[in-house]
């Protein structure tokens, strides 16, 4: 079954750094984008960053732009995403994200569905 | 970053009945290679997201069929048939124009 496992949350104060890690487990993860999407408390969904499934590609929310880093690695099947001048409108469950779609002889194909982590929970806050 | 907006933003629903909520979208959504970016979600109680619908109006694996999205450019509509006490949770739409932009959800309950 696939498994995508965040880790790294906690509380830290406005401006500090945090970095994120999400496992991934029973499926080839270098071949699926993967994204961050954060949900602050009783509000809806909001879109981080992403990654193309080789690393090289990468994009940001407006928000999150020149703070945050998006990373991956292969080799350990686990994403990461590097907060930094943290700010407390970025308190938030964070969730890792596979994309629904999987690289395959240079397109990317629609796969049987994305899956999402239970999420992570990062506080910031004086 | 593109905007998106749903309507309506909350929703009750007798089970049985039809549902439909509409998504806008600041610019189109259609792309170079012809697939337009729309995808929908459903969040239940508790639970993470799960996608529904990708390219507007196909289905994820496992989606019922009384689920069906529909529109082109920039309006989009999905539309329950009969809705099921499972279906409650908020709806989202999402553009996939890197980057990803979410809407702001719509509730569905169930009267």
Not at chain 1, 80 to 108: F, G, N, P, W
């Amino acid at each position: 079954e696939v498994q995508l496992v965040e880790s790294g949350g906690g509380l830290v104060q406005p401006g500090e750094s945090l970095r994120l890690s999400c496992s991934a487990s029973e499926f080839t993860f270098s071949i699926y984008s993967m994204h961050w999407v954060r949900q602050a408390p009783g509000k809806g969904l909001q879109y981080v960053s992403g990654i193309s499934h080789n690393g090289e590609g990468t994009h940001y929310a407006e928000s999150v732009k020149g703070r945050f880093t998006v990373s991956r690695d292969n080799s350990k099947n686990t994403l990461y995403l590097q907060m930094s001048r943290l700010k407390v409108e970025d308190t938030a469950t964070y969730y890792c994200v596979r994309d629904l779609y999987y690289y395959d002889r240079d397109i990317y194909r629609p796969g049987a569905s994305d899956f999402w982590g239970r999420g992570t929970v990062v506080t910031v806050s004086s | 970053d593109i905007v998106m907006t749903q309507s309506p933003l909350s929703l009750s629903v007798t089970p049985g009945q039809p549902a439909s909520i509409s998504c806008r979208s600041s610019q189109s959504l259609l792309e170079s290679d012809g697939r337009t970016c729309l995808y929908w979600f459903l969040q239940k109680p508790g639970q993470s997201p799960q996608a529904l619908i990708y390219e507007v109006s196909n289905r994820v694996s496992g989606v019922p069929d009384r689920f069906t999205g529909s529109g082109a450019g920039t309006d989009f509509t999905l539309k329950i048939s009969r809705v099921e006490a499972e279906d409650v949770g908020v709806y989202y739409c999402m553009q996939n124009i890197p980057p990803r932009v979410f809407g702001p959800g719509t509730k569905v309950e169930i009267k």
